[in-house]
């Protein structure tokens, strides 16, 4: 039973261009969960989808990133004109339907900004 | 929102000690408190969970508290091993069920 899958691992962009990470849940789960984590600090919630709705987006920079998670395939993070400062660790997490609190993390994906 | 707030930040112990990790949360409708341990480079990993109709859960040499007056809770690791070192976050849901708030971690150091 393969867990949530997060790629790319590592992405390397240059000022000004767009990186999009994608987010596979695990089996069975329908509710995807982005956060981030910035070097020696702890996990800040970004967004939470349920196929093809937004529930919650109040951790969302309000420029530049926005997220879905479509009918068919993997959810997306999707970050325009990167910046410096959206270097950071974005783990996507994922729990089942009428989930009672446990999330399942991905291994992350590891974003530097040039 | 919810706050959660995690001390201490850092924390060495020898091996064979104990360590003890304390949060404390504002939303008094949080029922879900959760315990991630993340290695270097890792994704976090659950390691123990307590639910507000309890005081106290164990596993092992892991055990948590949980004190909904006071609004808090905390992990107790005994007989600490060097792959223990790691850093510890504890969280609590807020709003919708799995939707969880962080602390800001505790790194663990067990030395020989």
């Known amino acids: 039973n393969a867990g949530v899958m997060q790629n790319p691992r590592h992405l390397v962009r240059r000022r000004g261009q767009e990186a999009r990470l994608r987010c596979s849940p695990m089996?069975?789960?329908?509710?995807v969960y982005w956060y981030r984590q910035l070097p020696e600090e702890g996990l800040k919630f970004m967004v939470y989808?349920?196929?093809?709705?937004?529930?919650?987006e109040s951790g969302m920079p309000k420029e530049r990133f926005s997220a879905e998670f479509p009918k068919e395939g993997p959810s997306i993070l999707r970050i325009q004109q990167v910046v410096r400062g959206d270097s950071a660790a974005y783990f996507c997490?994922?729990?089942?339907?009428?989930?009672?609190?446990?999330?399942?993390f991905g291994e992350g994906s590891r974003l530097t900004v040039l | 929102g919810e706050n959660v707030e995690q001390h201490p930040s850092t924390l060495s112990v020898q091996e064979g000690d104990s360590a003890v990790i304390k949060c404390t949360y504002s939303?008094?409708?949080?029922?879900?408190f959760p315990w991630y341990k993340q290695e270097l480079g890792k994704r976090p990993q659950l390691i123990i969970d307590?639910?507000?109709?309890?005081g106290e859960k164990k596993d092992q040499r892991i055990a948590v508290t949980l004190n909904k007056t006071a609004k808090h809770f905390s992990l107790h690791i005994t007989e600490t091993q060097p792959e223990d070192s790691a850093v510890y976050f504890c969280?609590?849901?807020?709003?919708?069920?799995?939707?969880?708030?962080f602390g800001t971690g505790t790194r663990l150091q067990v030395t020989l």
């Open positions: 997490a994922s729990s089942p339907p009428g989930g009672d609190g446990e999330l399942f």
């Open positions: 089996k069975g789960h329908s509710h």
């Open positions: 989808l349920q196929k093809e709705n937004i529930i919650d």
């Open positions: 939303d008094s409708a949080s029922n879900y």
């Open positions: 307590i639910r507000s109709n309890v």
């Open positions: 969280a609590a849901n807020t709003g919708t069920a799995s939707k969880l708030t």
